[in-house]
């Protein structure tokens, strides 16, 4: 059964500015997360550090919480060797879907100069 559902959309343009920053890369991205998108040249690396931030917010949103509700970097978007995207939570993002008995999936795109993220919430 259906919890919860989210979408974001994220400039990339504006996300490669953000990366210029060492404070949001320990702010907003998880270990795995930094890890994997250092290994990313620079151009794929910004589209796809959107499309992370963007499933973040979505995340928030399938949960009915806004920025703030976890910290970002408990709420990593990682990729399976297949390509596909899943999330990690850790922290108080985990913890809430233990308590609530739900787990997250998510879908990822970019084009155009965007990055868009749908997160669905279900009852395990």
């Not at 976890?70 to 899943?86: D, H, M, V």
Request: hydrophobic share 40%; glycine share 10%.
């Amino acid at each position: 059964m259906v919890t919860g559902v989210g979408t974001d959309l994220v400039e990339i343009r504006r996300m490669e500015k953000s990366l210029e920053s060492p404070a949001f890369w320990q702010r907003v991205f998880g270990p795995q997360e930094q890890q994997w998108l250092k290994t990313l040249a620079p151009g794929h690396r910004a589209q796809s550090a959107a499309a992370c931030f963007a499933a973040k917010e979505a995340f928030l949103k399938a949960c009915g919480r806004g920025l703030g509700g976890f910290a970002l970097c408990e709420i990593q978007t990682l990729r399976k060797e297949s390509g596909e995207p899943y999330y990690h939570l850790t922290g108080q993002a985990g913890e809430f879907l233990k308590q609530k008995e739900i787990s997250a999936l998510v879908s990822l795109s970019h084009e155009n100069g965007f990055a868009l993220a749908f997160a669905l919430l279900q009852k395990e």
